[in-house]
């Protein structure tokens, strides 16, 4: 069984950069087939995709974020990286790791609340 | 990019009651679509996948159907674990969510 965790520093100040890690765990995350994606929800509104890396280290990014997120992976630690720069207060929302063998989510983080503020 | 638009955006219902909700892509997304349920404060949870293959371990309460640019989620008789929002998935082309539909006690 998959277990996903998400770390990374809760508060960001704007225009810098937010960097969140999930870590996986009951499975290897270079074994194949699996897609390691990030959603995000603003508090009381919506889901919304950030984007995903593919095993094979393909990443799709979101239109609307493309020129501020980069998705990467550290298959040495069993994790994947979020990284969104230029951050501002709209960007404050609780952050999602998930997967799944396709792209849908069949295993999630619990989440973590990132604030954009000074 | 592609669209999902769902709707009711809110519906009221009782325990025992049929309820359905629908979803449409602004595109044709064939049956690359999934559904999820969510409760306050917690992830999501993954009830259909391929817009109507249901997810091990969920009642068969739940059920899906649709294809192409037009989606619907049928619970057979509502429970009061059911009272949650819920959230459709293209994964024909990136991966967009449609905005919810709560589903309340009347």
């Known amino acids: 069984q998959v277990q996903l965790q998400e770390s990374g520093p809760g508060l960001v100040k704007p225009s810098q950069t937010l960097s969140l890690t999930c870590t996986v765990s009951g499975g290897s995350i270079s074994s194949g087939g699996y897609y390691w994606s990030w959603i995000r929800q603003h508090p009381g509104k919506g889901l919304e995709w950030i984007g995903y890396?593919?095993?094979?280290?393909?990443?799709y990014y979101n239109p609307s974020l493309k020129s501020r997120v980069t998705i990467s992976v550290d298959t040495s630690k069993n994790q994947f990286s979020l990284k969104l720069s230029s951050v501002t207060a709209a960007d404050t929302a609780v952050y999602y790791c998930?997967?799944?063998?396709?792209?849908?989510?069949?295993?999630w983080g619990q989440g973590t609340l990132v604030t954009v503020s000074s | 990019d592609i669209q999902m638009t769902q709707s009711p955006s809110t519906l009221s219902a009782s325990v025992g009651d049929r309820v359905t909700i629908t979803c449409r892509a602004s595109q044709s997304i064939s049956s690359w679509l999934a559904w999820y349920q969510q409760k306050p404060g917690k992830a999501p949870k993954l009830l259909i996948y391929k817009a109507s293959s249901l997810e091990s371990g969920v009642p068969s309460r739940f059920s899906g159907s649709g294809s192409g640019t037009e989606f619907t989620l049928t619970i057979s008789s509502l429970q009061p674990d059911d009272f949650a929002t819920y959230y459709c998935q293209q994964y024909n082309s990136y991966g967009a969510f449609g905005q919810g539909t709560k589903v309340e006690i009347k």
């Open positions: 890396i593919y095993y094979s280290g393909s990443t």
């Open positions: 998930a997967s799944g063998a396709s792209a849908f989510y069949d295993y």
